[in-house]
T-cell receptor
Framework: GQNIDQPTEMTATEGAIVQINCTYQ??????LFWYQQHAGEAPTFLSY????GLEEKGRFSSFLSRSKGYSYLLLKELQMKDSASYLC????????????FGDGTTLTVKP | DAGVIQSPRHEVTEMGQEVTLRCKPI?????LFWYRQTMMRGLELLIY????????DSGMPEDRFSAKMPNASFSTLKIQPSEPRDSAVYFC????????????FGSGTRLTVV
């Protein structure tokens, strides 16, 4: 099975940098996703990591260490609109189309 | 592509009534998922299909819930009879190998059972 841990809540200041961590214990690993979900909306895809290292996409970056079962999402130059829930999801090894989601981290960006 | 399309967006019904939620996945996506989201329980996987075949329905709460996927472009989630504790946002999502099986979610159906 899968066990995914994320902090429940985080607060950061506009313009700052924030790192949201995700740790996982799985019976098999086939990639890790990060999704963003604004209040009242559906989750949307942010990033995908399957190899170790950092993937950068504009203000957002995602890092993966498979040996440590660890990932983080890095948000730079925070904006008020970045206030949202961030979901970490691990792709199943035996059933490649299915992912298991963490409970999400609610990020509040303050002026 | 119009994305994953769900209907209705909002549904208010009385306890005991039948509710049917609908989903049209993205064309070419071979996986379809039904999730339920509440503040208390977060995002729960109810059931998912691969190539229109149900693979795992262990997340379906009880026999009052049923789901079908008669073809690659349509799926339904039915609750009969509905109860107030079924009130939640129900999301449909689809995925395919072309996106590394990242999910595309529909806008969701907000169900309120009174």
């Amino acid at each position: 099975g899968q066990n995914i841990d994320q902090p429940t809540e985080m607060t950061a200041t506009e313009g700052a940098i924030v790192q949201i961590n995700c740790t996982y214990q799985t019976s098999g690993f086939n990639g890790l996703f990060w999704y963003q979900q604004h209040a009242g909306e559906a989750p949307t895809f942010l990033s995908y990591n399957v190899l170790d290292g950092l993937e950068e996409k504009g203000r957002f970056s995602s890092f993966l260490s498979r040996s440590k079962g660890y990932s983080y999402l890095l948000l730079k130059e925070l904006q008020m609109k970045d206030s949202a829930s961030y979901l970490c999801a691990v792709r199943d090894r035996t059933n490649a189309g299915k992912s298991t989601f963490g409970d999400g981290t609610t990020l509040t960006v303050k002026p | 592509d119009a994305g994953v399309i769900q209907s209705p967006r909002h549904e208010v019904t009385e306890m005991g009534q039948e509710v049917t939620l609908r989903c049209k996945p993205i064309s070419g996506h071979d996986y379809l998922f039904w999730y339920r989201q509440t503040m208390m329980r977060g995002l729960e996987l109810l059931i998912y299909f691969n190539n229109n075949v149900p693979i795992d329905d262990s997340g379906m709460p009880e026999d009052r819930f049923s789901a079908k996927m008669p073809n690659a472009s349509f799926s339904t989630l039915k609750i009969q009879p509905s109860e107030p504790r079924d009130s939640a946002v129900y999301f449909c999502a689809s995925s395919s190998p072309t996106s590394n099986y990242g999910y595309t979610f529909g806008s969701g159906t907000r169900l309120t059972v009174v």
